[in-house]
């Protein structure tokens, strides 16, 4: 599904099936889920309903339901540009190294 091309509502409507799902899954009624969860009774009727509450209140509720997985989408994982890690190659390879002890302090003349 294209979650681009729906509505908020639409959006919120789909995310209210979801916890209502997973509630009904775990053999939870909506006071046991709105208890655990810290929040009242009416305000999980209104989140399943596909109605506007806090986005702290979804995070409680899915909490609870151990349905916050969703939110590794959310991670920034780092990414380093193509010249970014040429530039860290070319200082981790290997310098050219001397042999101090063998470097002789007064090079034999030749005369």
Do not use: C
Not at 19 to 36: D, F, G, I, P, Y
Not at 98 to 111: G, K, M, Q
């Amino acid at each position: 599904m294209d979650y681009n091309q729906i509505s908020d509502l639409a959006i919120l409507q789909k995310l209210g099936e979801f916890v209502k799902h997973h509630r009904m899954a775990q053999n939870k009624s909506q006071e046991q889920l709105a208890t655990e969860a810290g929040v009242s009774r009416s305000t999980l009727s209104l989140l399943e309903r596909g109605e506007k509450v806090n986005l702290i209140t979804l995070i409680q509720v899915l909490r609870v339901l151990n349905q916050l997985q969703w939110l590794e989408s959310f991670e920034v994982k780092p990414v380093i540009s193509p010249m970014s890690y040429i530039k860290l190659q070319k200082k981790h390879e290997r310098q050219r190294i001397r042999n101090t002890s063998t470097v002789a302090e007064d090079p034999p003349s030749e005369w």
